[in-house]
């Protein structure tokens, strides 16, 4: 049984979250205390740095969308300065990519899109490498998908020839999944391992469990969790190893 200080801890941390995309002003949302918080702005992680300097990218692009909000935290790289979070984003990125570049048809989800800076910094890689992403689907709360529609309106254009072709926010209800919507693949980094069991195991069943293949850093703090044997019901593939590079001790990283 899931402890209840830790579902209010996690409920007053999302309640934190939203409050703070919706004060803040948007040219620095980035210097909100609770943004910095939830999206590790503050955490460099310099880890990455050698993972992705030798990869061809659109460094200046990059740069320019990592500075809407203003970041506080920076490093230098290729020329460019990128904050902490981006340099995971620009990782993860460089991985979906390579993993979904000889499907037909590409259909990206992600559950929990934090500010939209993943989907962001995957749109422009795709395009990049013209790559055509043809759908993808951010699964969040209401407030959030609303900062993040702002946000992503900047950036990802529906007519452009290659990146994403359209962008699709779903009423978060869980059970929503509608036909010609379903993805390919779907993501999830430091979100769904830190939900409460009933949440986590409700994306499992409803949504998860239809997706053929998948990449989630799963970030546990509830102490009791079966929920990665319930996703093992569903896809008995599934390859579970710590996350590298390691940015929480117990943090996994899950692919199918």
């Known amino acids: 049984m899931e402890n209840k200080d ?3 801890w996690l409920n007053n941390e999302y309640t934190l979250w939203q409050n703070a995309l919706k004060e803040a002003p948007f040219y620095k949302f980035k210097h909100h205390p609770a ?19 030798h990869l061809d990218l659109p460094w200046q692009q990059l740069e320019s969308i990592d500075q809407i909000g203003s970041p506080q935290y920076t490093v230098d790289i290729n020329g460019v300065k990128l904050s902490g979070v981006c340099l995971r984003f620009i990782y993860y990125a460089n991985r979906v990519l390579d993993s979904v570049k000889n499907m037909t048809e590409i259909k990206l989800a992600e559950i929990g899109g934090g500010y939209g800076g993943f989907c962001a910094v995957v749109h422009l890689v795709a395009r990049h490498r013209g790559i055509k992403i043809k759908q993808y689907t951010i699964y969040d709360l209401v407030p959030v998908q609303e900062f993040q529609e702002k946000y992503l309106k900047q950036i990802v ?3 452009s020839n290659t990146g994403i072709k359209s962008l699709f926010f779903p009423n978060p209800g869980i059970h929503f999944f509608i036909h010609g919507w379903e993805p390919n693949f779907i993501m999830s980094f430091y979100a769904l391992g830190e939900f409460d069991n009933a949440t986590k195991n409700a994306y499992i069943e409803n949504i998860i469990s239809k997706v053929p293949h998948g990449l989630v850093i799963w970030n546990p703090h ?6 990665l044997d319930l996703l093992q019901k569903h ?3 599934i390859n579970v190893k710590q996350e590298y590079p390691l940015t929480s001790i117990n943090n996994q990283e899950v692919t199918w």
Do not use: C, Q, W
């Open 35 to 53: 943004v910095i918080r939830m999206i590790g702005l503050a955490d460099l992680h310099l880890e990455f740095v050698p993972l992705i300097e």
């Open 235 to 237: 896809h008995p593939s």
């Open 6 to 8: 830790y579902t209010n």
């Open 222 to 227: 509830s102490g009791s969790d079966n929920s």
């Open 157 to 159: 254009k529906e007519n």
